[in-house]
């Protein structure tokens, strides 16, 4: 089977191949293409080392959600004997209806926006996907006319959305730190260790610069410029470490951007960055590790924590921290400090790294001073992001919530231009009684 042939698209065909490929102009590939096989067209023939320049310019965790919810469709269509590729209105509506079964998390049905999320990755295969029949120059057709567009198919989407909504269902959204609670969580990491320590600074680093998982793991030496007038300690406000940002969710062109981080006031120096930064290089000295290569590293600490209260032995490797591992360390640490409990009434929170961001932006708004563009651009979202604008909302609805302001200024005006009883208008005090007769009835 040639490389042309192998496209043709299948049940079995490799989730990677159809989806992840599917976001460059180059034609997608399934797991059975063979590295040697050659296109009876040469002009539409790639290299191995161009279509892993292709996979390389998709982000790695587009690419790792796409194939798991691509999976899920095709063996979904496979069990139910329907065609996956192309697929027709009533396939979607019945797959849409079939997630309403399918358990998430706490049990609930699926939510309306990962349901959103299996039709655009349907949406992405259907418009890249290659087509057995060519134009007439013999190259390949690709794309289908996408069925998750139609009408039929967005009022299916709308129906399972207010079912969803009707059912008593809310979003689960990651649960967003306050500045409390990252304070308390820091504070339970014994920073004499090197477990603890990188505990401190990942849980520090990741809130005040509002780094995504993939930003915090790939800083490296180089990129960290530290600017202190000390270099064992920090002794002023205008200490600062700042951060070099290679690439980001919105640079994917890899322009580049810097993050600047300021020392805490000594009242919240347990949760500064720069001392911890300074901390986490002077224990990398000490144990004569090059400060060269990843900035969080892999820590190995066999066993439980002395009882003595002596520090954790620990081993520092040159590897990098995986990204999976900042969801641990705050599980961790949000379960030693408690903040991991919900309040009565609530419920279970959603303990993730985004908390860290959305908390961050939510704490930085709350400042009536802190000016939007800026939160823009210490946090590096693209602008106008809905995401940023509804953590300001949640972050300014307390210092800028109208009617609280309105009922405010209704009390100040009430106390100054409050009439004495003798100018009062005829009938007030009738008014009174009535309203202190209508309370006490209930009305």
Known sequence: MNSIEGEVATPQSDARGIVARAFSSARPLTGRVAQHSVSRNPDEWMSQAARDLILDGVPANTDRTYRSRWKIYVQWCGGTKRQHLPATEETVVEFIESLWRRPGRYGRPTAPATVRLFLDVISVAHRNAPRPERDQSGRIIRGYVSPTKSETVRRAFRGYAKRWAAAGHRPDKAHAFSMAEVEAMVATCDVRSPTG?????????????????????????????????????????????????????????????????????????????????????????????????????????????????????????????????????????????????????????????????????TAAAEDETVSPASIFEHFRFSKKSPVALGYMRHGRRKSQNPMRRAWVRRQTATVVEAPSPQTRAPGAEMVGDRRRELAVRGC
């Open 197 to 361: 320590l990188l505990h401190a600074l990942v849980l520090s680093l990741t809130y005040d610069a509002g780094f995504r998982r993939s930003e915090a793991t790939a800083i490296n030496w180089p990129d960290v410029e530290l600017r202190v007038a000390d270099e064992n300690t920090v002794v002023g406000r205008e200490d600062h470490v700042i951060v070099h940002v290679p690439m980001s969710k919105t640079d994917q062109a890899g322009e580049g951007d810097e993050v600047v981080l300021y020392a805490h006031p000594e009242e919240a120096a347990v949760t500064c960055p720069v001392r911890l930064m300074l901390s986490w290089r002077a224990m990398l000295r000490t144990r004569e590790i090059p400060l060269q290569g990843p900035v969080l590293r892999t820590v190995l600490s066999p066993g439980s924590p002395p009882k003595d209260g002596t520090p954790r032995k620990g081993k520092i490797t040159g590897d990098r921290l995986p990204d999976e591992a900042l969801e641990r360390i705050l599980q961790l640490a949000a379960a030693r400090s408690g903040v991991d409990e919900a309040r009565e009434g609530e419920r279970p929170r959603h303990i993730a790294p985004h908390g860290l961001r959305a908390g961050a932006v």
